[in-house]
């Protein structure tokens, strides 16, 4: 079965500390691939999307990730953290017309 | 707010309760979604319905039960749960379209905190 990988379960940094979070798939060809964050208390929302295009996407709060197709990896990255980015952030990948497939989830704590 | 809501937002119920979870979405999406978000695990799909079709019905339990009226709600239809049946019930819904590649973005509800006692 397809599977997304996010190895880090919980990542704690300091605020202004730089963030990668790792995201790897075992999709073959043609993949879509999306990152959702999940504040506290709070629903499920986009925070990024790669169709096609510059692997290097750009989302919202100052996050990007960039799709390695070789590596079959879509790292989620931030330069400086900031407390309110405290949350659980999802990598999610889809090819065709199959569903969505998340991965476990990496909790994020940003401190002071 | 995200145009999905979801009631109740708090659910605990005995093992011979029957129950019904409720999401409606007010975005004029057409594909409708039903996820189980448990502890330390990957979010799980549990069924699609696209135009009030169910398209997707990823091996679930007979002992839930979808139903999807209208484009608009989507309701999940609980009896006779098990303990371990305890999670977030996430409702989404997109754009897509019958036969459209999964592109679209998902938005998802509030959730629903179920607890089978």
């Known amino acids: 079965a397809q599977s997304v990988s996010q190895h880090n379960h919980h990542v704690i940094l300091s605020e202004a500390a730089s963030l990668e979070l790792g995201c790897n798939y075992s999709?073959?060809?043609?993949?879509?691939l999306f990152w959702y964050v999940q504040y506290p208390g709070q629903h499920l929302q986009l925070l990024l999307k790669y169709f096609s295009g510059d692997p290097l996407v750009k989302g919202i709060k100052g996050f990007e990730a960039e799709f390695i197709k070789s590596k079959f990896s879509f790292n989620l990255r931030k330069p400086s953290v900031q407390w309110s980015d405290t949350a659980e952030y999802f990598c999610a990948v889809t090819k065709g017309n199959t569903p969505l497939v998340f991965g476990k989830g990496t909790r994020l704590s940003v401190i002071a | 707010e995200t145009g999905v809501t979801q009631t109740p937002r708090h659910l605990v119920m005995g093992m011979t309760n029957k129950k019904s979870l409720k999401c409606e979405q007010h975005l004029g999406h057409n594909a409708m979604y039903w996820y189980k978000q448990s502890a330390k695990k990957p979010l799980e799909l549990m069924f699609v319905?696209?135009?009030?079709?169910?398209?997707e019905n990823n091996s679930v339990p007979s002992r839930f039960s979808p139903e999807c009226p209208n484009s608009s709600h989507l309701f999940l239809h609980l009896h006779t749960l098990q303990p371990e049946d305890s999670a977030l019930y996430l409702c989404?819904?997109?754009?897509?379209?019958?036969?459209?590649?999964?592109?679209?973005?998902?938005?998802f509800g509030p959730g629903t905190r179920l607890t089978v006692l």
């Open positions: 989404a819904s997109s754009s897509r379209a019958s036969g459209e590649s999964m592109t679209d973005t998902q938005y």
């Open positions: 319905y696209n135009f009030k079709e169910q398209t």
């Open positions: 999709y073959g060809g043609t993949v879509n």
